[in-house]
């Protein structure tokens, strides 16, 4: 799937609108699937990454802290977008 152009519009009400041109409708729909479908993972995400955080702070069982720092390190590292 190719975009074409993006355009950003101010309605004057607060709020952006984003324009985005693909090639044909079915293209336009699955990228707009494919937005939310990104949304969502990036909120289960975050809370997996807040959740982790949350066990490492709040334990005292040193296996439990490591696996949560391992797990949290691989998590922080898919949300910069380097999985290495």
């Given at each position: 799937?190719?975009?074409?152009e993006i355009e950003i519009d101010d309605s004057q009400t607060g709020y952006y609108w984003i324009q985005i041109y693909v090639k044909n409708k079915k293209q336009a729909i699955s990228l707009r699937?494919?937005?939310?479908?990104?949304?969502?993972?990036r909120t289960r995400l975050e809370n997996e990454i807040q959740q982790s955080q949350n066990v490492v702070a709040n334990s005292s069982n040193k296996m439990e802290m490591a696996v949560h720092n391992f797990l949290l390190d691989k998590l922080l590292k898919i949300q910069e977008g380097n999985p290495e």
């Amino acid at each position: 799937m190719k975009i074409t152009e993006i355009e950003i519009d101010d309605s004057q009400t607060g709020y952006y609108w984003i324009q985005i041109y693909v090639k044909n409708k079915k293209q336009a729909i699955s990228l707009r699937h494919q937005i939310f479908d990104d949304q969502a993972i990036r909120t289960r995400l975050e809370n997996e990454i807040q959740q982790s955080q949350n066990v490492v702070a709040n334990s005292s069982n040193k296996m439990e802290m490591a696996v949560h720092n391992f797990l949290l390190d691989k998590l922080l590292k898919i949300q910069e977008g380097n999985p290495e």
